[in-house]
T-cell receptor, first 113, second 114 residues
């Protein structure tokens, strides 16, 4: 069985400051990892994903995440946040068979002007 | 191109009633998954369908059922509604059912059970 833990339920940060949203997973098999973002009253949008290869993956809007197998982590980072980054962020793991996603409980990122 | 569409957007039902939620995947996508997102929580996996066959089922009671049609659209049915079924129900489509393929989510159906 797989599970995902997002250690911070709420993260307030000032505009242009760096941020890290933490995600740890547990799995007995190799995993695929995803970060999704959810803006108020909207569905989930893929931010970035790790399938294989380089352990550092980047999104088009400045976010990056690093897969750390030894620490079973996939933390999300951004060096300088914008007001528009205010949203709920979900870490997810893909099941080893099929394509069922298991999500963490989410981290609410609030960017303060 | 149209994304994943879901209907209705909002729904209010009373306890004991039945509800049907509908989902149309992105054109060309053959796999549809359903998730329940309770307020303040992450989405919880309910079902996955691929080529009209159930490929996975989460830890939900038998009151929850689903099906996929030849055009790959899908319905989620919930019988004997409970207050705890109040949630945002998300549908996601992907090209195939293999692991690693990105899932594209619809805007969801907000179900309120009173």
């Amino acid at each position: 069985a797989q599970s995902v833990t997002q250690l911070d339920s709420q993260v307030p940060v000032f505009e242009e400051a760096p941020v890290e949203l933490r995600c740890n997973y547990s799995s007995s098999v190799s995993v695929y990892l995803f970060w999704y973002v959810q803006y108020p009253n909207q569905g989930l949008q893929l931010l970035l994903k790790y399938l294989s290869g380089s352990t550092l993956v980047e999104s088009i809007n400045g976010f990056e995440a690093e897969f750390n197998k030894s620490q079973t982590s996939f933390h999300l980072r951004k060096p300088s946040v914008h007001i528009s980054d205010t949203a709920e962020y979900f870490c997810a793991v893909s099941q080893s068979t099929g394509n069922q996603f298991y999500f963490g409980t989410g981290t609410s990122l609030t960017v303060i002007p | 191109d149209a994304g994943v569409t879901q209907s209705p957007t909002h729904l209010i039902k009373t306890r004991g009633q039945h509800v049907t939620l509908r989902c149309s995947p992105i054109s060309g996508h053959k796999s549809v998954s359903w998730y329940q997102q309770v307020l303040g929580q992450g989405p919880q996996f309910i079902f996955q369908y691929y080529e009209k066959e159930e490929r996975g089922r989460g830890n939900f009671p038998d009151r929850f059922s689903a099906r996929q049609f030849p055009n790959y659209s899908s319905e989620l049915n919930v019988n004997a509604l409970l207050l705890g079924d109040s949630a945002l129900y998300l549908c996601a489509s992907s090209l195939v059912s293999d692991r690693g393929y990105e899932q594209y989510f619809g805007p969801g159906t907000r179900l309120t059970v009173t």
